[in-house]
Nanobody, 124 residues
């Protein structure tokens, strides 16, 4: 499975961005796709996850109500709509796929396939 993330950029605080993650290869083997981010000097953190077939969604508390994860199975694409962005949202954002559903959804170790990351910069 290959993942291609896109949509990052520079935005002012309070603005919005939509990230995209397109999967290719053996997408039938995917259980879920998540978004995680890593800010400078910090550990990578879980943001959101969507189950590939059933569509169930999960969010970390810090982004609930501001970020929305969705999917378009016909396009093999998962989106992360980010609204009300804050300077502390500045980070490299990664999409990642879970092929086994065998670990904590909040742990980066659960995700088997990773996209290349896309940089989001929020200016104050």
């Amino acid at each position: 499975v290959q993942l291609q993330a896109s949509g990052g950029g520079l935005v002012q605080a309070g603005g919005s961005l939509r990230l995209s993650c397109t999967a290719s290869g053996r997408t039938s083997s995917l259980y879920a796709i998540g978004w995680l981010r890593q800010a400078p000097g910090k550990e990578r953190e879980f943001l959101a996850r969507i189950n590939w077939s059933a569509g169930a969604t999960y969010y970390t508390d810090s982004v609930k109500g501001r970020f929305t994860i969705s999917r378009d199975n016909a396009k093999n694409t998962v989106y992360l709509q980010m609204d009300s962005l804050k300077p502390e949202d500045t980070a490299v954002y990664y999409c990642a796929a879970d092929g086994y559903n065998s670990g904590s959804i909040y742990s980066q170790d659960t995700y088997n396939y990773w996209g290349q990351g896309t940089l989001v910069t929020v200016s104050s």
